[in-house]
């Protein structure tokens, strides 16, 4: 779409299933989708051909996103691991396997070098981007997370869990909470 406008510009078509999460790579010139189709697909920004498709996940995949520099893609789906991808071949590089539910987001830090995952076992687990070794886990909340993400300087780890369709306002659910991305120690809730 156009921003301004509101005009469409460009459709992408070609996932089978449902399309979970979409964004736009550092540069701008190319799309990323993640789909239930278990596939996560690199599309080509202006012209909307599918550049390079992902497969790999067992799962639908919820959440996939470009690496600061673009040269990387990062999966997660209900598989309960997330892939690292060369973004230029498609080559998977790394799977992080550690959760014992669904990933439902992934993100890079600000530099690349870690990795963030939150699940459906109401953990988010901070990994070495390079060697998929843990690095902190997040671990507290009393319901399933939707998404985590670092803050700008990757000094901070923000977690959001699920707000239940129930929910009357009287029970303990923790909806957001802020963390020392290295030493895990909850700074504050929401």
Known sequence: FDASTGEVLKSFTGHQDFVNSVVFSPVGDYVLS?????????WDASSGEVLIVFRGHGRFVDSAVFSPEGERVLTAAWDMTAKVWNASTGEA????????DHISSVVFSPTGERVLTASWDHTAIMWDASTGE????FTGHSTILTWAV?????DYVLTTAYFPPNYSGTSDFDLGTLWNASSGEVLSTF
């Open 93 to 100: 590089l790394h799977e992080f396997a550690g959760h014992t």
């Open 150 to 154: 670092f803050s700008p300087t990757g």
């Open 34 to 42: 993640a789909s239930d189709d278990e596939t996560a697909m690199m």
């Open 134 to 137: 843990v690095l902190q886990r």
